[in-house]
């Protein structure tokens, strides 16, 4: 951003305080919704429900985001409701069980996709798309320095 003219330490200073405004905004609504604040509404699980959305759904993509989301808030609803085998104690035992069990499939999930593409969802399909059309897929460009082939070709 310097190299193009603008003055960084402004624009950093600016993304901040936007960004410290909307998380101030972000909390009084949710004082307002929830009609008190305590200790157990500030935690670290939606910060790494947020994170792990992110690298479901792929970092480097836009459309990575909600497919992460999609995903996560898919497998939340639909793996709480999947039944047990046999009754092994009642209500309470059922929901620490189905709360459990979906922590351990979305940790699956999240390896496999860490570990098959560090790009996520987004990525894969990208990919995938790629290798139907015959490009190479990625969604990234390389950039050649000038003086190359690409770049005296326009003289």
């Not at 500030?42 to 985001?65: K, M, N, R, Y």
């Not at 390389?142 to 690409?150: K, V, Y």
Request: aromatic share 8%; net charge negative.
């Amino acid at each position: 951003m310097a190299s193009l003219g603008f003055n960084v330490q402004v624009h950093r200073a600016l993304a901040f305080t936007l960004a410290g405004f909307v998380a101030g905004i972000a909390g009084i609504l949710n004082i307002w919704w929830n009609g008190q604040i305590d200790p157990t509404s500030i935690g670290i699980s939606p910060t790494l429900d947020l994170f792990i959305i992110a690298v479901i759904g792929g970092i480097v993509h836009l459309e990575g985001a909600w497919l992460g989301a999609f995903v996560f808030v898919g497998a939340n609803i639909y793996l709480r409701d999947i039944p047990l085998l046999g009754d092994i104690g009642g209500v309470v035992h059922e929901r620490i069980l189905a709360e459990e069990r979906f922590n351990t499939v979305i940790g699956l999930l999240l390896l496999l996709i860490m570990l098959t593409s560090p790009d996520g969802i987004a990525g894969m399909i990208a990919r995938l798309r790629g290798r139907l059309t015959g490009h190479s897929g990625g969604g990234t460009a390389s950039i050649e320095p000038p003086g190359t082939a690409a770049a005296s070709s326009v003289t």
